[in-house]
């Protein structure tokens, strides 16, 4: 099993581009997280989906669009990118709703100038 | 969640136990410890939990006080890959929302 995957590794974007960080898990969980991480901030958490076809706000999901585009995968989307969201993106995944057991991607590496 | 208090960093020579403290004096009946660790550059990896009872798995042992004020992770025989930032966080199940501190540096000496 691969767990979980990210893609990009690393991205660089001009403030007001956009684009999709692509998460996928193949150990057959019913929910998936995306979080971010700053320096000195720990994680934060954008947006979660307990289950295929739901999804909710999280902790910080101001600028941020998502798609659970099926029990696989979980986009994150940034519509107009802000220097703010230069950060590391994790997504992660767990067996099921409410599991604090959670397991985690590579993280994508975002830049936004 | 209860607060929890880590040391800020650690040493332990490679092949020897480590042992990290964590304190959490005010954890309630309903909340669970959980540890996690990050290796630099890498996602955060869940290690073990364990809400009264001693646990251990293949990664780890949890020890938990009799009062759950605080408890240690231990990594029996640690090796150089196990130099990462590990993490004690106190929650209820399913709190959904991980939220990490600032964990404890640990560094394994060859």
């Known amino acids: 099993n691969a767990g979980v995957t990210q893609t990009p590794k690393f991205q660089v974007l001009k403030t007001g581009q956009s684009m999709t960080l692509q998460c996928a898990q193949d150990m057959n969980h019913n929910s998936m997280y995306w979080y971010r991480q700053d320096p000195g901030m720990g994680l934060r958490l954008i947006y979660y989906?307990?289950?295929?076809?739901?999804?909710d706000k999280g902790e910080v999901p101001n600028g941020y669009n998502v798609s659970r585009l099926n029990k696989r995968e979980f986009s994150l989307r940034l519509e107009s990118a802000a220097p703010s969201q230069t950060s590391v993106y994790f997504c992660?995944?767990?067996?099921?709703?409410?599991?604090?057991?959670?397991?985690f991607g590579p993280g994508t590496r975002l830049t936004v100038l | 969640d209860a607060k929890t208090t880590q040391p800020p960093s650690m040493d332990c020579a490679e092949g020897r136990a480590a042992n990290l403290p964590c304190n959490h004096s005010?954890?309630?009946?309903?909340?669970?410890v959980y540890w996690y660790r990050q290796i630099h550059s890498q996602g955060p990896q869940y290690i073990i939990h364990g809400l009264k009872n001693n646990e251990t798995n293949e990664m780890a042992s949890l020890i938990i006080t009799e009062d759950r004020k605080s408890s240690t992770l231990i990594l029996p025989h640690a090796t150089l890959r196990d130099t990462a930032v590990y993490y004690c966080?106190?929650?209820?199940?399913?709190?959904?929302?991980?939220?990490f501190g600032q964990g404890t540096r640990l560094t394994i000496n060859p």
């Open positions: 989906s307990a289950s295929e076809g739901t999804t």
């Open positions: 005010t954890i309630s009946g309903n909340e669970y």
């Open positions: 992660a995944s767990s067996i099921r709703d409410w599991d604090n057991e959670q397991f």
């Open positions: 966080i106190v929650l209820i199940q399913g709190a959904q929302k991980l939220v």
